[in-house]
């Protein structure tokens, strides 16, 4: 059984700096791709980034791309997103996501991703 859970949330002003982290538990972590998305209340889950099991491809969405970046530790089943350059609007709470079913095509599409975490709060203020 997969566990993902996320932490590094929290209230920081907008230009800081933010690094979150999602903690895989269970087997054969390095098979699975992994995603971050992101929600805030009465919206959809809105994609953040993704990486592929091998760490070799990245995806971003626009509006943070040169900002954030999505890493992975396959030793300490780890996956990170490092947040720069904060905005009010990057403020939702963050999810981690975990896929072992392949289709790299997809990896923008909560649909595609077997295993959540329960989420972790960011807040950006003026």
């Known amino acids: 059984q997969v566990q993902l859970v996320e932490s590094g949330g929290g209230l920081v002003q907008a230009g800081d700096s933010l690094r979150l982290s999602c903690k895989f538990s269970g087997s054969a972590f390095s098979r699975y791709d992994m995603g971050w998305f992101r929600q805030t209340p009465g919206k959809d889950r809105e994609f953040v980034a993704a990486l592929n099991w091998d760490g070799g491809r990245t995806t971003y969405a626009d509006s943070v791309k040169g900002r954030f970046t999505i890493s992975r530790d396959n030793g300490e089943a780890m996956v990170y997103l490092q947040m720069n350059s904060l905005e009010i609007e990057d403020t939702a709470v963050y999810y981690c996501?975990?896929?072992?079913?392949?289709?790299?095509?997809?990896?923008?599409?909560?649909?595609?991703?077997?295993?959540w975490g329960r989420g972790t709060q960011v807040t950006v203020s003026t």
């Open positions: 996501a975990a896929d072992i079913d392949g289709g790299w095509g997809a990896a923008r599409l909560p649909q595609h991703y077997d295993y």
